[in-house]
């Protein structure tokens, strides 16, 4: 056997994640999980009946857990990781009140991160890419939804797949890999003719590499927006990328109401993010939906631009699947879900639980990996965090202090990040 915790003060997971279904956690004190050599959840309950179980057999490492609490690993259903660039300058100026679209009309926010990104070589890119992903990991989450997106052009989105790629094989963070061409229009171009180069040529040229092998791309996003890209125009995009295998996963009524939800519904998209703006129809749509789209809700937007929050009690409240995201980008620097999960709290009146569920098994249903990871049940992968408190809510609760409190990060059974610095027994 690979991996014995004992003895935990409380082991969290999420119950279910049926649409329609309150969210909810299930506590079990005084609990023990077992995991197998591949890296599987054997058993989890009572630690005395575990270890009883267990007896005799030989585990490559112990973990005493006494004092502590754990979780599901956490899952990030939206990054943008791979850029170059620096646009701390962006901040000074939203907050004497420029709009998002009115720095990305000036030649800011996209089109500056696409012209440092074009300028950086290959290593620069893939070590920041690296140090990022790895914050990501050391804060907890196993599991992270990464886009392209700062490329735009046919070639330079590729080379961003194919980074992203080299990082999914590298590290231990598991990734779900997303093309987003149509993050902005290039310069040059009209919103039509990058539609047809997309269509045409981009889609095309990455099917082609996915099915040699050489690269896995999963989803398919596009900003649909005023100024950048309309819900016409994205349901093309969006659907020829499903037509190549690819899941649509995309950004819409973040600024403006752009019938985004629906259009998720109709096309049958796994997810759509932001939904600042979403109409009540769109939450009806989102709710009554009886298969995919999550509602992938991003907090640290709403702070950061000054936005009104996305309206998840209604939606939660409707019924639908919510997911959460740090939308890590330039513009938006959070690598830590428990941040992202407090500021669900406070901005979007969710409750401890729903945050959690956000945040790991309906984060997972977005990905399309419900199934194996986003909960401690037998058979699913053991992607867990192990935390310094006696009480899980503490993950939440203590604003910032994640670094303090994870004791240990594991995926797939192995101890990924340990804040000690030997395994105990």
Known sequence: ????????????????????RKPEVRVLHNAAIAVDEQGRIAAVGDSEAVCRRYEGQQFDARIDASGRCVMPGFVDAHTHPVWAGDRSHEFAMKLAGASYLEIHEKGGGIYFTVEQTTKASDDELYASLKERLTKMLQAGTTLAEVKSGYGLEAAAELRLLRLLERARRDLPLELSVTYCGAHAVPRGKTAEEAVRDIVEQQIPSIKKLVDAGELAVENIDVFCEKGVFSTDQARAILEKGKEAGMRPNFHGDELNPMGCAQLAVDIGAWAVSHLEEVSTEGVAA??????????????????????????ARQLLDAGALVALGSDFNPNAHCYAMPIVMLLACILMRMSVEEALVAATLNAAATLGRADRVGSIEEGKAADLVIIDASRWEHIIYQFGCHDNLIAYVIKNGNVVHCKKDAING
């Open 286 to 311: 989102l709710g009554s939906a009886h298969q995919p789209p999550g509602a992938v809700l991003l907090p640290t937007t709403a702070l950061l631009l000054q936005l009104q929050p996305p309206p």
């Open 1 to 20: 056997m690979r991996l014995l915790i004992h003895s935990a003060d409380q082991v969290v997971t999420p119950v279910s994640v049926e649409r329609g």
